[in-house]
């Protein structure tokens, strides 16, 4: 039993080596979605507050123009496919020829030549087909991570022209990673804090995460006390919004 009032006295200094803050939470990664080409839009997919999987279908485009020039640059490439086919036949038959000393070397340079000429010119046609499809593909925007549709700054049949702005359209925020930022009294301050775990907690929930960043800046806390600004980054599993109030605790290891 002697030893009792140490073992609280250690304890106490680790109880109150942690620190204590209160932030509000804040989305680690804010995603704004806008067009890389001009055109109307047909449909929106989502609603605002609306939860999305990667690669879901957020927004489309009329695709008419893009269609057209896709479905264009798809028979223009397979219309040479023949051409290619029979060349390639043909230079066969007379590599075999010349082998047998039956055709000449002017004759064999000729079909390789024809067939040279005919694979440039499939090879031009599909890279043609491949820039159609792409451009057709734009017309579909699409989650480009899992998270919360926050804000859609547009509406069907608007008219979106890139040469004259870069209007965003869609906002989505990865909710499953949050962050906290706090003001932490300048007497507390440590680099040591880099890197330390950190407990977020709202109401009963608790949330484990880290500090991330410290920044040099120094700014008025509470009292007019000065103060820095502190980084926690933390995992919510998609559960919490931003904006509400959180208390942090910065643990000793």
């Not at 040591?192 to 407990?199: C, D, G, I, V, W």
């Not at 008025?220 to 942090?248: C, E, H, R, W």
Request: glycine share 4%; net charge negative; no cysteine.
């Amino acid at each position: 039993m002697r030893f009792l009032p140490s073992i609280l006295f250690f304890l106490g200094i680790t109880q109150a080596s942690a620190i204590e803050l209160n932030g509000r939470t804040e989305f680690a990664q804010l995603m704004s979605l806008n067009s890389s080409i001009s055109g109307r839009v047909a449909s929106i997919k989502v609603s605002a507050g609306q939860q999305v999987s990667a690669g879901e279908l957020l927004l489309t485009f009329v695709p008419t123009g893009f269609k057209a020039e896709a479905d264009f640059a798809q028979a223009q490439r397979d219309s040479l496919l023949p051409t290619v086919d029979r060349m390639q036949t043909e230079m066969e038959k007379a590599q075999e020829l010349f082998d047998r000393d039956s055709l000449s070397l002017v004759d064999l340079n000729t079909a390789e030549q024809n067939l040279a000429i005919a694979e440039a010119k499939l090879a031009a046609a599909e890279a043609k087909l491949t820039q159609a499809l792409f451009r057709l593909s734009q017309t579909e925007i699409r989650a480009p991570t899992s998270g919360i549709v926050l804000d859609i700054a547009t509406f069907s049949g608007q008219y979106i022209n890139t040469r004259v702005s870069n209007q965003t359209l869609l906002t989505i925020a990865d909710n499953s990673s949050m962050v906290v930022n706090l003001l932490i009294p300048i007497d507390q301050l440590s680099d040591s804090l880099l890197n330390k775990n950190a407990k977020v907690s709202f109401q009963k929930q608790d949330y484990q995460g880290k500090v991330v960043g410290i920044s040099k800046q120094a700014s008025i806390g509470s009292n007019n006390y000065p103060a820095m600004s502190l980084q926690v980054n933390f995992s919510a599993d998609d559960k919490l919004p931003a904006g509400i109030p959180v208390t942090v605790i910065i643990e000793d290891d």
